[in-house]
């Protein structure tokens, strides 16, 4: 079992910055094995569904990012497996960013895809004001 816990959220102006994190703790998992889980931020705005955000692939293989395209270049996702934590940096902040945001473990495969993942945080909201 995998607990997420994310933190960071907050309420920021348009065009601002913020950094939120997922710190992962459970009590079979350890430095190795975080890195081995491919990890993935989504978020969801009030009355609309969840939608992917970025991942980051398992590091051994490269440690891949992907991106969805209305965050491409504003957000850059990125771990530190020996801290067990995600992070998403976002940048250049748009009201439409408002939401609550997710972060996920252990994709199999499919990582833009939420069913493909077994471990879900609470979530932090992210706030953006125009």
């Known amino acids: 079992q995998v607990q997420l816990v994310e933190s960071g959220g907050g309420l920021v102006q348009a065009g601002g910055s913020l950094r939120i994190s997922c710190a992962a703790s459970g009590r079979t998992l350890s430095g190795r094995t975080f890195s081995n889980y491919a990890m993935g931020w989504f978020r969801q705005a009030p009355g609309k569904e969840r939608e992917f955000v970025a991942a980051?692939?398992?590091?051994?293989?490269?440690?891949?990012?992907y991106y969805a395209d209305s965050v491409k270049g504003r957000f850059t996702v990125s771990r530190d497996n020996a801290k067990n934590t995600l992070y998403l940096q976002m940048n250049s902040l748009k009201p439409e960013d408002t939401a609550v945001y997710y972060c996920?473990?252990?994709?199999?495969?499919?990582?833009?895809?939420?069913?493909?993942?077994?471990?879900w945080g609470q979530g932090t909201r992210v706030t953006v004001s125009s």
């Open positions: 980051i692939g398992i590091t051994w293989s490269g440690g891949n990012t």
């Open positions: 996920a473990a252990h994709a199999t495969s499919r990582v833009r895809i939420a069913d493909s993942y077994d471990y």
